[in-house]
């Protein structure tokens, strides 16, 4: 594999860590405020994540080349309310579309083929995590300081992560 493009997967490895990492402190925040639907929306994002982590692994090893962690560095843990904490998340999954586009381009000037199909699904994948994301935080606009509200999309958001067309990593 040509080096910067290793070492540009092994940056976009503990990007996908540090969003796992992310989404479990983001779960424990919601699982502390009893809302119990969001931390667990949260929690299949956090294994998610890591799956997407293992999916770069495999693919850059499967190409001969060298996998090496890195440290992360502690994910924010205080936020002012659930709407903070989504968007947060949005702009988190903004931030890896980037890098992965970004990713993508470099394999394609290193003419490295071969990693295109990988990051195409990747890209595919971020449109539907942003447009999740996005869909909960203008939800969450609409309820504003309804509790009752905000109780009701607790008890829907998990059923969510199994809707027929949802990418499952
Ligand atoms: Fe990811
Ligand atoms: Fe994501």
């Not at 540090?18 to 989404?23: E, F, G, I, V």
């Not at 999309?153 to 990593?169: S, T």
């Given at each position: 594999?040509?080096?910067?493009?290793?070492?540009?997967?092994?940056?976009?490895?503990?990007?996908?860590?540090?969003?796992?990492?992310?989404?479990?402190?983001?779960?424990?925040?919601?699982?502390?405020?009893?809302?119990?639907?969001?931390?667990?929306?949260?929690?299949?994002q956090w294994t998610e994540?890591?799956?997407?982590?293992?999916?770069?692994?495999?693919?850059?090893?499967?190409?001969?080349?060298?996998?090496?962690?890195?440290?992360?560095?502690?994910?924010?843990?205080?936020?002012?309310?659930?709407?903070?904490?989504?968007?947060?998340?949005?702009?988190?999954?903004?931030?890896?579309?980037?890098?992965?586009?970004?990713?993508?381009?470099?394999?394609?000037?290193?003419?490295?083929?071969?990693?295109?199909?990988?990051?195409?699904?990747?890209?595919?994948?971020?449109?539907?995590?942003?447009?999740?994301?996005?869909?909960?935080?203008?939800?969450?606009?609409?309820?504003g300081d309804d509790s009752?509200a905000l109780l009701l999309?607790?008890?829907?958001?998990?059923?969510?992560?199994?809707?027929?067309?949802?990418?499952?990593?």
């Open positions: 594999m040509d080096p910067e493009l290793q070492q540009a997967f092994n940056d976009q490895i503990a990007l996908e860590l540090s969003s796992s990492y992310a989404y479990l402190q983001m779960a424990a925040w919601f699982e502390a405020r009893d809302l119990v639907g969001f931390a667990s929306w949260m929690r299949a994540e890591s799956a997407h982590a293992t999916k770069f692994i495999d693919f850059v090893l499967d190409r001969d080349g060298e996998v090496v962690l890195q440290a992360l560095t502690a994910p924010q843990s205080s936020f002012g309310s659930p709407l903070d904490v989504i968007e947060h998340a949005h702009a988190h999954e903004q931030r890896v579309t980037a890098s992965i586009g970004a990713l993508y381009a470099l394999a394609q000037a290193r003419q490295d083929y071969s990693s295109l199909p990988l990051l195409g699904w990747f890209l595919n994948e971020q449109v539907e995590e942003e447009s999740s994301v996005r869909q909960i935080v203008g939800e969450l606009r609409l309820i009752s999309l607790d008890r829907e958001l998990p059923a969510r992560r199994g809707r027929v067309g949802d990418a499952q990593a």
